[in-house]
């Protein structure tokens, strides 16, 4: 079995075969016209004939023979047996029916209710009507012929310009990797060819957001990742042979808690779900953050003052957002040793700042380790702008366009 690959000639091969089959029931039906017609001429001159032979019978009583005549008459029906086969002689009976036996055509014709006659006619004779017939079918066959050329150009016309669109898309989707800029054919069309343009461009655009999180996802792994596994590694082969002490095992500890949190964070930047932004209010957020450390070290003094309105929204998503509050709201509390931290709102910014003051009774940091990059990696994956300023004393993080107008 013979297998197309191109589109273009499968359209090709259905378009003919159609249009063959169209041609041929149309030359079949012409045929049909052109025989028809041929019978209907000759029964048209053998009832003239015989309306012919009635008058003339009307005025003379007598039948007008023609010795030359082409239409020969005859009066009694044993007459016909030479001229039809042993099954038609009962249709002779029969006034008006037209019989065909081999080459001639009999009518039966009454010249009155007890005089009947039956004219025949030898269509062999009949070399003028042959002829034209013959040319008839001769045009009609030229005409046929010519038709189905012009449908096989047009056939093949026809395919090429359906298939031309899908042929055309399917060139630029195979451009698509190599020239990610190029605007795929039949973007702006309102068709099935316009709905797949631009369904090809959603599933290249999705795809180059996945293999980007990817990217992002193996760098963040490699330069957040490195320093709290080389501080464990380092720690454990320094301890190998003898216990460790407090320090220490706070070393482990804190390298240990950065490292789940830090995955924790990663991950979330690596599953498509949390790229899903929505406008909500933070202030709720924000609160949950703070009373998590209350929670957590109710012994301990953090002073925050929030200036957030209630109604003020943000776009983007809650888990994100969750722990980017997390990592800052955290900063404030061990590293302003009970110093007043400020979140507020303006416009369409929040600051979160808070001073930087050493105190030993606080627990060591359990923040997000290299906390500032992956704070600024999930800002800039909501498409939101951040500053950070570092003064000896103060540490202050404002992020701005909360609102998705950039």
Not at 207 to 228: C, G, I, M, W, Y
Not at 293 to 309: G, H, K, R
Request: proline fraction near 3%.
């Amino acid at each position: 079995m013979i297998k197309l690959r191109s589109l273009n000639s499968r359209l090709l091969i259905a378009f003919s075969v159609l249009t063959t089959i169209v041609c041929l029931f149309f030359i079949q039906l012409s045929v049909l016209l052109v025989e028809q017609t041929k019978e209907n001429t000759l029964h048209q001159m053998l009832v003239a004939e015989g309306v012919r032979l009635e008058q003339a019978y009307a005025k003379s009583g007598k039948i007008d023979f023609q010795d030359d005549a082409t239409i020969k008459v005859f009066q009694s029906e044993a007459t016909l047996t030479s001229l039809m086969p042993s099954e038609l002689n009962s249709l002779a009976l029969y006034s008006g029916a037209l019989i065909h036996a081999d080459s001639y055509l009999i009518l039966k014709h009454q010249l009155t209710p007890s005089v009947p006659i039956w004219l025949v006619l030898d269509t062999q004779t009949l070399v003028g009507v042959t002829t034209v017939t013959d040319y008839m079918m001769l045009f009609l066959y030229s005409i046929a012929a010519g038709v189905m050329m012009l449908t096989l150009l047009s056939s093949w016309y026809l395919a090429k310009l359906l298939s031309l669109p899908i042929r055309n898309l399917t060139f630029g989707v195979m451009e698509k990797p190599s020239s990610p800029g190029i605007t795929l054919y039949g973007h702006e069309r309102s068709d099935e060819i316009g709905t797949l343009s631009r369904a090809f461009d959603d599933a290249f655009s999705e795809l180059d957001k996945a293999l980007k999180r990817e990217q992002n996802f193996t760098r963040d792994v490699s330069h957040e990742l490195r320093t709290p596994i080389t501080l464990i590694k380092n720690t454990l082969s320094l301890y190998k042979t003898k216990p460790m002490g407090k320090d220490q095992t706070d070393i482990l500890q804190q390298a240990s808690t950065e490292l789940e949190q830090t995955v924790e964070v990663l991950l979330a930047l690596a599953r498509q779900e949390n790229l899903m932004f929505e406008r909500f209010p933070i202030l709720p957020i924000v609160e949950k953050s703070i009373l998590a450390i209350y929670n957590s070290f109710p012994q301990l003094v953090f002073d925050v003052n929030i200036d957030i309105e209630d109604k003020f929204e943000v776009v983007g998503n809650p888990y994100l957002i969750s722990l980017l509050c997390q990592n800052l709201i955290n900063n404030g509390f061990y590293h302003g040793a009970g110093g007043k931290m400020t979140i507020s709102s303006l416009g369409d910014s929040i600051v979160f700042e808070n001073s930087i003051t050493h105190d030993e009774e606080r627990p060591t940091y359990q923040g997000l380790g290299h906390g500032q990059y992956l704070v600024t990696r999930i800002a800039e994956e909501m498409n939101w702008h951040i500053e950070v300023e570092q003064k000896s004393a103060l540490y202050r993080v404002s992020i701005s366009h909360l609102s998705g107008n950039n």
